[in-house]
C-alpha cells in the first residue's frame, strides 16, 4: 500500500507540473502568437520591392505597429508608423504615429533621434496629448543624453506651456535634477523652494525636500543635511515618494558620522532596523561594525546574529537552480554567481518560460533588443525571441550582460541591479550626482522608485544566497 502511495504521489506531482506547464505555455503563446500573426501578415503583404502593398488602412498599421513595439521589435514598429505619415497624412492617428516612432528611439536610447521626433509633434500637435507628451519627453531625452541645464530650460518650456499638464510634477523634480547634473547647484535649490510652495503637504514636495537632503551630501554640507532629514523625518513619507523613513535615517546616520559626532551617528544607525528584507538596516549593521565603540560593535553583532538565523530558517526560499549553466557563465566572467541568483530570483522567480509585459523573456528577462547585443559576445551566432526561453541561451546572454555592466561600474552591486532594471545611461547619472563612496548614499539617488525597490529586493536575495552558499554554489 505504501508503495502504490508513492507511486500515486508521483504521478499526481508529474500531472500538477505538467498542468502548470501548458498554462506557463499557453500564456506565453498568447502574445508571441500575436507578434507571429504580425510576422505573417507583413510578408504576405509586401510587393516584389519590399514595400507594403496599396490596401492596407491607417488603423491596420497602427495595430501592428503597436504589437511591434510592445514586443521591442522597434524598427518593424517604425515601418508601420511612418507609412503612416506617407499614405495617410490628413489622419486623426498621425500624432500617435509620430508620438510612437519617437517613443521607439526613446526605447532604443537614440535619444538625439527620439528628441527630433519628440519636437516635431510637439509643433505640429500641441494641443494633443501627444503634443504635450513630446514637449515633456524632448525635455527628458535631453536629461538622458546629459545636458542637464537644457533639459531644465525645455522643462520649463513645457511647465510655461502646460501650466496644468499631466506631468507638471515630475517635471519640476527633473528641472531639479537636470541643474544639480549640469553643477548649477543654486538653481537646483531655488527650484526646490519652488516645488515645495507649489506641491506643499504633497508626495512632490517631500521629494523636493529629499533631493535637498541628497544635494547637502553631495557638497557635504552636513549640518544642513541633518537639518532636512530632521525635518523630512517630522513629516509623514508618502509610499509614492520614492523614499522611506530608513533611508532618511541612513543618510542622517552618515551625516552625523561625516561630521565627527560619532556617538549620534551610532544612535541613528541603531534606530534602522536590521531584518531579512531590510536594504538600508543590513547597511546600517555593517557601519556599526566598524564603528571605533566597542558598544556598537556588540549590538552589531547581535543583529547580524538575528539576521543570519532568520536567513536560516528560510533557506528553502533561495534554491539554486541551473546550477551548473550559472557557475559557468559567471566564472567566465569574473562574476559571483550568488549575484546572477540573486537577480534571476527578483526576475523571473527561477521560470524558463516567464514572459514579461515588457517582452522580457526566460530567467533573466532579458528584452530581445538586449539580447542581440550581447548574443555574441556571450559566444552565441544568433539569438530569436524563443531561444530566449532555453535556459542555457537566457544564462549565458543575461551573464554576459551583467559583467558589462559590472565592468561599467566597477562591481557596485548595487549599481548592477539599479543599470540592470533602469538602464546604464541613467545608473551613470545617479553616480555622477553624488562624490560619496557609500553604497547606500548611491542608492539614495536611484531616481526610479521601480529601479531603487528592486536594488532594496536584489541585495536583500544577495545577502542571503552568500550567507547560504560558497562561490561555486555549494551549500555551507
Known amino acids: ?15 500538477a507540473f505538467a498542468i502548470g506547464l501548458r498554462h506557463q505555455t499557453t500564456a506565453q503563446t498568447a502574445t508571441d502568437a ?16 519590399g514595400k ?27 515601418e508601420h508608423w511612418q507609412a503612416v505619415l506617407d499614405e495617410f497624412p490628413n489622419d486623426a492617428s498621425v500624432p500617435a504615429a509620430l508620438y510612437g516612432i519617437a517613443r521607439s528611439y526613446y526605447q532604443e536610447r537614440r535619444y538625439e533621434e527620439a528628441r527630433q521626433m519628440y519636437e516635431r509633434v510637439a ?13 515633456n519627453f524632448a525635455a527628458s531625452s535631453l536629461l538622458r543624453m546629459g545636458h542637464g541645464a537644457e533639459a531644465a530650460e525645455r522643462y520649463i518650456v513645457y511647465l510655461n506651456k502646460y501650466p496644468n499638464g499631466e506631468r507638471i510634477d515630475t517635471a519640476h523634480l527633473n528641472i531639479i535634477d537636470g541643474y544639480r547634473e ?32 541628497r544635494l547637502d551630501i553631495t557638497f557635504s554640507d552636513w549640518d544642513h543635511a541633518v537639518q532636512t532629514a530632521d525635518e523630512l523625518l517630522r513629516k509623514s513619507i508618502p509610499k509614492d515618494s520614492n523614499t522611506n523613513a530608513d533611508e532618511v535615517l541612513y543618510l542622517k546616520a552618515h551625516a552625523l558620522d561625516k561630521a565627527g559626532r560619532a556617538q549620534e551617528a551610532i544612535r541613528y544607525f541603531s534606530m534602522i532596523p536590521d ?31 538575528a539576521v543570519r538565523s532568520a536567513i536560516a530558517r528560510a533557506a528553502d526560499d533561495y534554491p539554486a537552480p541551473f546550477r551548473f549553466q550559472v557557475v559557468s557563465e559567471a566564472k567566465k566572467r569574473g562574476l559571483d554567481p550568488r ?45 530569436t525571441d524563443q531561444s530566449l526561453f532555453q535556459p542555457a541561451t537566457n544564462i549565458a546572454i543575461g551573464s554576459e550582460y551583467i559583467s558589462q555592466l559590472s565592468r561599467l561600474f566597477a562591481g557596485l552591486a548595487e549599481a548592477i541591479a539599479a543599470s540592470y532594471n533602469g538602464g546604464e545611461d541613467n545608473v551613470a547619472r545617479w553616480l555622477g550626482r553624488t562624490n560619496q563612496r557609500d ?28 550567507q547560504l552558499y560558497d562561490a561555486n554554489l555549494n551549500r555551507r
Not at 126 to 135: F, H, N, V, Y
Not at 190 to 211: D, K, P, V, Y
Not at 356 to 381: F, V
Open 439 to 466: 553604497a547606500g548614499v548611491f542608492t539614495a539617488e536611484v531616481g526610479f522608485s521601480e529601479s531603487k525597490n528592486y536594488v532594496f529586493k536584489v541585495m536583500s536575495f544577495y545577502r542571503a544566497y552568500r
Open 275 to 305: 531584518n531579512l528584507n531590510s536594504y538600508y538596516g543590513g547597511l546600517a549593521t555593517d557601519r556599526l561594525s566598524r564603528m571605533n565603540d566597542g558598544a556598537a560593535r556588540q549590538k552589531a553583532d547581535e543583529r547580524l546574529q
Open 123 to 135: 509643433q505640429a500637435f500641441p494641443d494633443t496629448k501627444e503634443g504635450r507628451e513630446g514637449s
Open 339 to 383: 549575484l546572477v541568483l540573486a537577480i534571476m530570483k527578483q526576475e523571473s522567480q527561477f521560470k524558463p518560460l516567464a514572459k514579461s509585459p515588457a517582452a522580457a523573456r526566460g530567467l533573466l528577462q532579458l528584452t530581445i533588443d538586449a539580447a542581440q547585443k550581447y548574443a555574441a559576445p556571450a559566444g552565441l551566432k544568433s539569438v
Open 1 to 15: 500500500m505504501r508503495m502504490q502511495w508513492s507511486k500515486f504521489l508521483i504521478l499526481a506531482a508529474c500531472c
Open 52 to 78: 507594403f502593398q496599396v490596401g492596407i488602412t491607417a488603423a491596420e498599421h497602427m495595430r501592428r505597429a503597436g504589437i511591434y513595439m510592445a514586443n521591442r521589435a522597434f524598427s518593424s514598429a517604425r
Open 182 to 213: 549640469s553643477g548649477r547647484p543654486q538653481d537646483a535649490i531655488t527650484w526646490i523652494e519652488r516645488t515645495r510652495q507649489r506641491f506643499a503637504g504633497t508626495a512632490t514636495e517631500t521629494s523636493a525636500m529629499f533631493a535637498r537632503l
Open 34 to 49: 500575436s507578434l507571429n500573426a504580425v510576422r505573417m501578415s507583413d510578408r504576405s503583404d509586401r510587393a516584389k520591392d
